[in-house]
Structure formats: C-alpha cells, structure tokens
C-alpha cells in the first residue's frame, strides 16, 4: 500500500526523467523544472541549430533558391523536418491544406500622372500583393496616418476620416495585416491602395499578401523610397495616379507538420511553434530557418535527454506564413472547443537570429514573463514590442484566447540609438538588412543572437511542459 502510494504520488509530482527500478523518488516539480532546464540549455547548442539551417540552405540551393510555401523547396523542407522527428520518437503528422492563390495574368501597372509623369517598375518600385483584387484605377494619392513613426497607418476604419470615393489610399507598412488595411480603405471607397514598406534602408518592393481572396480593389506593396516620395507630393493634394493589377485565382496545397510528446497530460498541452516556409525571393534562413530550427533542435534534444515532461509538448511548424498565416489560421480554426481549451499556451518563435538583433519579447504576460525573467536572471536585457500584432503565427491562438507569445530578434525595422546603446550593433540600421531577401542565407545568421535566444526557448519551454 505504502509502495502504490509512492507510486501514485510521484505521477501527481509530474516526474521528467524516466523512472527505473533502485532509482530515487522524483524531485519536486520546481526542481525539476530547474534541472530540466539547465540540461536542455545546455544541450540545445548554437552548433546543432545551425546543422539544421545548413540543410535548408542545402534544400533552397537544390530548388531554385527558395523554400517558399507550395514549392518543392517547401515540400523538402517539411520532409526533413517530419523525418528528424520521427527518428527523434514523437508522434508526427502532416496537416495538408490547400492554398488558393491569385497569380498574376498581365504585369500591374503604377503611374504617376500628376503633377507630373513617372512610371514605376514592377518588381523594383511596386509588387501586387497576393490576392490582390483585379481591375484599374485612376485617383488622388491620400495618406491615411502614413506619417513616419506611425505603426497602425489604416489599421482602424476612422483612420479614413474625409476620405473620398475612388481616392487612392497611401498606407505606411505596420502593426495590422495588410488585409485589414485593404479592407478598411475598400470599405471607406478607395479606388485602389498602395502600401509601402517602413524600412527606409531598403530600396526594392517587398512582397506581401492578403491572406486570402476578398479584396476587389488593386493593392500594391511599394518600395520605402516610392512611398515616402508619393507621401511627400500627396501633401498638396496634387498627386494623382493610374494602378491596375489583374490577377487569375488559381489552387494548390501545402503544409504543416506537427509533433507530440508519447507522454504528458494531454488535457494541458504547450504548443511551441514556428514557420517553416520562406518568401520567394530567398532561402529564408533566418527568417524563418532560425526558428524552425530552434524548436526542432529543442525537440532533439529532449528526446536525447530522455525527458518525460508533466505536460504534453506539441511542436507545430507552419506553412504559408508567408502568405498571411495560412498554416496557423487552418490548423486553430480546425480545433473544437475542447481541444482549443486543452491548449495551455502557445510560444512562438519568428527569426531569433538577426544580425543587427534586438532581444523582443512579445505577446500576453503570462508567456512574456517566463523570457523577461529569464533574460533578467542573466543581467541581459529585453524589450517588449507591440508591433507583430497580426505579423506572426501566435496571432491565431490570441485570437482563440489561449495565452501567447515569443521571442523575435527583428525584422525590416531601424534600430535605434538606444538599442543599439542596450544591445550593441549599429543604430540607424535594419536589424535584418537581408529581410525578404536572396541574401537570407546561413551567412545572415548571427550566432550569438541564436545562442541566446534559443537559451530563453529552451528555457520556456521546461517551464510550460512543467507547470501544473
């Protein structure tokens, strides 16, 4: 009786390490929540990381330099990931959605015909955005809060006060999805819309999606330098221009492929997620190798290290990002409430290697807690950032109400002088000068960026498996 109670208790206590014959009784859970995780931080190493980006970059360099979603470069990328985790002994499958797309029948056309002509190039000055909506439009350029320093330019319908019908709208890039910009200026009359990129340090268009079919309106991503210069002539009101964009839907399927713990109480499952596919335009190393390959390495590792987590561990790595979250979108909207309830926590992790980095944390206090706590253990600082709201895979477990959050070293955004004070680096710079770019290879990857955040991953990741 007094063997089975022991028994009994030491399930209840939530015991990591598998258990044999002669061996002692269990630690208590915060213990063993701390063992847990130094052994993991010290076998999750920027070394092992980096193996598994060298294979995607080997997979993009096989398939035309990218691993974009819906390419065979995506499918290679996902086939290596499902196999490293079979042979690790988790549980794998592989979600297939499908992925309407609208490709483009006829090149889009952007041109300034007041005060005077100009005629942007496509794939230099302007890219459609996909699933943009098909047709043409001639209108006045109206900034709608697309002032510098402005993070949510359209993202609300009163952004639109004293707009006109058939005006073009001029939105500056920031915290909401490009789809809820084109939405808002579609409802409040635009004609057409033209959404230009924030990183001023960047002079190509960059690519950008809608997320899904819908918009009737055409809607082009400009580059930094032909957005601030329609910004500048739209000021008197003078600035007028000609868009036309014409799209074809078509279809194709992609991805997600997801991993579980064979142990852990399934009614409180921690999901630790990251995208695996790149854009077009490169192998997508950093964003977002570095954080696929940080949760596959943790997955590794604690399979090596025979770790039997309290709680399930759920290991998802998303397809079409890229393409508005689409991977993410589909796999929470899939979830009844039960299986939505039983989630515990979602911990997202969205390039964690940027070579000019910042340490941001962002999403609910509940998740951020566990990295600020961690980073300020260790005398390193961290700040919170408002700006992934929608840009991310945590966004459809927020909207579901499941706590979220994650780790992010920064994007196509400028440091600042007090960054780079904090952190080092160079302040007035991108902290990821290759962001959406061919240039996203291993060589784009800063090791001592991955070596600290995946410490902080891997760290977050022994507290939620743990936690009662």
């Known amino acids: 009786m007094i063997l089975c109670l022991i028994a009994v208790l030491a399930i209840l206590g939530g015991t990591l390490l598998a258990l044999s014959l002669g061996e002692p009784p269990p630690e208590p859970a915060s213990t063993a929540t701390k063992n847990i995780s130094t052994s993991l931080r010290e076998a999750v190493s920027p070394q092992g990381i980096m193996e598994h980006e060298r294979r995607l970059q080997a997979i993009a360099d096989e398939n035309g330099g990218s691993r974009a979603a819906g390419t065979p470069g995506y499918d290679a990328s996902a086939e290596y990931v499902a196999r490293t985790l079979k042979n690790a002994g988790y549980h794998v499958s592989i979600q297939r959605f499908g992925l309407p797309d609208h490709g483009e029948i006829e090149s889009a056309n952007l041109r300034l015909t007041s005060p005077e002509t100009r005629n942007y190039e496509e794939g230099v000055d302007f890219v459609p955005m996909a699933y943009s909506g098909s047709g043409s439009a001639a209108g006045r350029v109206v900034p709608v809060d697309a002032e510098a320093g402005s993070t949510s330019s359209g993202c609300e319908a009163g952004d639109f006060g004293g707009f006109s019908d058939g005006d073009v709208a001029l939105l500056r890039r920031g915290a909401c999805t490009f789809e809820q910009k084109a939405r808002n200026a579609e409802a409040a009359g635009a004609s057409a819309a033209l959404i230009f990129d924030d990183a001023t340090s960047r002079s190509e268009s960059f690519a950008g999606s809608l997320g899904e079919p819908g918009t009737g309106i055409p809607v082009l991503g400009t580059s930094s330098s032909a957005g601030n210069k329609l910004l500048a002539e ?59 390959s940080t949760i596959l390495e943790i997955a590794e590792q604690m399979h090596k290290l025979n770790v039997h987590p309290r709680n399930e561990v759920r290991f998802a790595f998303w397809g079409a990002e890229e393409l508005g979250l689409v991977g993410s979108q589909h796999y929470v909207e899939g979830l009844d409430a039960s299986e939505l309830d039983h989630i515990s926590a979602y911990l997202n992790f969205d390039m964690v290697g940027s070579p000019n980095h910042v340490r941001f944390v962002y999403g609910s206090r509940e998740v951020t807690g566990a990295f600020e706590d961690y980073f300020a253990a260790r005398k390193l600082g961290s700040t919170e950032t408002l700006n992934l709201t929608g840009r991310s895979d945590h966004g459809p477990f927020e909207e579901a109400g499941i706590p979220a959050g994650g780790l992010f070293s920064g994007a196509e955004g400028t440091k600042s002088a007090d960054e780079a004070e904090s952190y080092g680096g160079e302040a007035g710079k991108p902290y990821d000068p290759c962001y959406h770019e061919a240039c996203d290879d291993v060589g784009n990857v800063d ?15 022994a507290i939620f498996a743990q936690r009662e």
């Open 234 to 292: 739209s000021h008197d009101g003078d600035a007028w221009v000609r868009v036309s964009a014409r799209n074809l839907p078509g279809s194709r399927t992609t991805t997600n492929v997801i991993a579980e713990t064979r142990n852990g109480d399934a009614d409180n499952v921690v999901m630790v997620g990251a995208h695996l596919d790149s854009v077009s335009e490169g192998p997508g190393i950093n964003d977002n190798g570095s954080g696929a």
């Open 447 to 461: 090791r001592k960026a991955v070596d600290e955040m995946s410490d902080a991953a891997a760290n977050a990741v």
